[in-house]
């Protein structure tokens, strides 16, 4: 069984930073793409950043230049890096993880709990 374990979200105030954790966990062929969702109340999930096992990576407009993703394949985890944070970013952010169970396998979406991140004015 595949798990996603977040960490690192908390308060912060406005122009701070924070730093996410993901680590994958269970048995898997490998991990195609990992990255950060976030939900804000009343908004839907929407892409964050993430990074391929190639090290491509994509933002969203409102995130680039103030967060960073990275990855480090050996140990199957994200990272996001987010500074000069805003209230705006306040959200739940979600880990997320499309990996192949075995090497022929389809490409499956796994997703963590959940972490809070809130940014005070």
């Known amino acids: 069984q595949v798990q996603l374990v977040e960490s690192g979200g908390g308060l912060v105030q406005a122009g701070g930073s924070l730093r996410l954790s993901c680590a994958a966990s269970g048995r898997f062929f490998t991990i195609n793409v990992m990255g950060w969702y976030r939900q804000a109340p009343g908004k839907q999930r929407e892409l964050v950043a993430a990074?391929?096992?190639?090290?491509?990576?994509t933002y969203s407009d409102s995130v680039k230049g103030r967060f960073t993703v990275s990855r480090d394949n050996a140990k199957n985890t994200v990272y996001l890096q987010m500074n000069t944070l805003k209230p705006e970013d306040t959200a739940i952010y979600y880990c997320n993880a499309e990996l192949r169970l075995v090497q022929s396998g389809p490409s499956i979406r796994y997703w963590g709990q959940g972490t809070q991140v809130t940014v005070s004015s």
């Open positions: 990074v391929t096992s190639g090290g491509t990576t």
